[in-house]
């Protein structure tokens, strides 16, 4: 027989169908739940006077009177069998320690790499977004509590941690338009944390691990993915630009780690989290289709990038069509500028990864974004000028490029490094050259004054710094004035 030391739950509800002596229309409060010797779980209430338990099938002859977002989710908790599943196995809190022993692990090596967006306004934003979803605690007896992390990652990903963690991505938050999109996929994940999916799946898991051999041979391929990346695509790194190493490591990371924690949702547990973002949404009176919008604008994304398997529904999750049908659809939502102008600093590190991976109109999409709501810094102007000398090569465009510089010199927000560089790259396709000589000695200035000693980029086993770029770009600098004058 199971003994645990419960909190009240405190749900309130009304009787519709008669449960053994409890008439119809009787009220009563679930005060707590248990098992007896013969290993039945039971629900326990009030009034005591006609019965004092009932079983967990007659949930579905109870209706709920919910009067805030704590009862909303025990109910979601009740309905979905989480205290059912806690009444037969416990609270499992040893368990439950070493998962969130482990995701502390993980989120270490996250910071460790650098693959944390830290951003101390948008993280204030994304919590005010999960205060209006989810309650401080549970107050059910589960530990745990929503700890929002943004990741560094081209793919629009999000996942919640056993202990609450809730990472979403750089990629899921600039893939979206709207703050109501964005509380959907919040919403959604918070809903795999309020019902317990991870516990669920790590209870079913056959063999695990042991925890210092997983991660010590994590370490060992995480490690060999960043620095075979870099000895062969990235020989030095630029501290004004980004490489894609963020990306590949994010991605690494999330598949073996997510499925050790018990991430790795059945279609079941995708669409009962589905269904309980909606009814959140409906609670607090945001449009609940703006978690269907999210989805058909990942549908794009992963139609654009090739990845049918999210659209297909061959994997754990349903496809994403059905899951649009199920939530309903209303067409997809447009810009908001709010929300445009608080992600702004996204979008120009979103617009840096899609750059340098080659995808130049996502890049600018992403830039114009920031520059329609007066948010785009010299970073986002000078990035404008560099695509259009990968897309285009027309007087007309190459103008419109030197425009761009022109108005990120004007900015002074973020000083850019590669300003006067691209200025002379632009000024040497008009034909320009004395003008592009004039650029490349400011950017020389610049390298010399400015920028020496700072640390740039560090893996497991190597680190570039800047002094190794200065001298690799004071070398191309010297080699293109003496080239200049030959041309």
């Known amino acids: 027989m199971h003994t645990y030391a419960q909190p009240e739950l405190n749900i309130r509800g009304v009787v519709n169908k008669k449960i053994n002596s409890i008439d119809e229309n009787q009220s009563i409060t679930i005060t707590g739940f248990g098992s007896d010797e013969s290993g039945g779980a039971h ?67 996250y910071k460790s790499r650098g693959l944390l967006f830290e951003d101390d306004y948008l993280e204030s934003y994304l919590y005010s977004l999960v205060l209006r979803l989810f309650p401080d605690q549970m107050r059910d007896g589960r530990p745990g ?29 600039s893939t ?19 019902l317990d999916h991870s516990i669920i799946n790590y209870n079913k898991a056959v ?28 020989p030095y790194y630029n501290s004004n630009s980004i490489s894609i190493l963020s990306t ?27 269904k309980s973002a909606v009814e959140i949404m409906k609670f607090i009176k945001i449009r609940h289709t703006a978690l269907s919008s999210a989805f058909s604008k990942l ?6 990038t090739g990845n049918y398997m999210a659209l297909s529904g061959e994997g754990t999750h349903p496809a994403i069509d059905e899951r649009i049908k199920a939530i309903g659809f209303e067409g997809e939502f447009g810009v908001d500028k709010s929300y445009d102008k608080k992600i702004s600093l996204v979008n120009t590190y979103m617009s840096k990864l899609e750059f340098f991976n080659r995808h130049f109109e996502s890049s600018m999409n992403l830039i114009k974004r920031n520059i329609n709501q007066l948010m785009a810094t010299e970073e986002d102007y000078v990035l404008l000028a560099k695509s259009y000398l990968y897309m285009h090569d027309s007087e007309e465009k190459n103008l419109e490029a030197l425009s761009f510089i022109s108005k990120a010199k004007t900015i002074n927000a973020i000083p850019c490094i590669d300003l006067y560089k691209t200025e002379a790259l632009v000024l040497l396709r008009l034909g320009k050259k004395e003008e592009a000589k004039n650029s490349l000695l400011k950017y020389k200035s610049l390298l010399e004054t ?15 710094n800047c002094d190794d770029f200065i001298c690799k770009e004071l070398d191309w600098v010297a080699k293109m004035i003496f080239k200049i004058k030959q041309l």
């Not at 690494?252 to 499925?259: G, K, L, T």
């Open 248 to 274: 590949v490591l994010a991605y690494s990371i999330a598949i073996s780690i997510n499925e050790r924690l018990g991430l790795k949702f059945s279609r079941d547990q995708e669409t009962a989290a589905d």
């Open 450 to 464: 400015n920028y020496t000693g700072k640390p740039i980029v560090t893996t497991s086993e190597i680190a570039y």
């Open 299 to 304: 549908k794009t994304y992963f139609t654009y």
């Open 43 to 109: 629900l326990k209430i009030t009034p005591v006077g006609k019965e004092n338990k009932i079983g967990f099938s007659s949930v579905k002859n109870l209706s709920f009177k919910i009067g805030s977002i704590s009862e909303f989710w025990k109910v979601q908790a009740l309905k979905e069998d989480v205290y059912y599943n806690l009444a037969k196995n416990g609270y499992q809190y040893n368990t439950r320690i070493q998962l969130e022993e482990e995701a502390l692990q993980a989120i270490d090596y």
């Open 145 to 173: 509590i929503i700890n929002v992390k943004i990741l560094r990652d081209l793919n629009p990903n999000a996942c919640v941690y056993p202990n609450g963690t809730l990472f979403i991505s750089t990629g899921l938050i």
């Open 176 to 194: 979206i338009n709207t703050e109501e999109e964005l509380m959907g996929v919040l919403a959604h994940e918070i809903s795999h944390f309020a």
């Open 207 to 234: 063999q695990r691990q042991k925890r210092a051999e997983f991660w010590a041979g994590f370490a060992a391929v995480a490690g060999a993915v960043a620095d075979g990346y870099l000895g062969s695509k990235n």
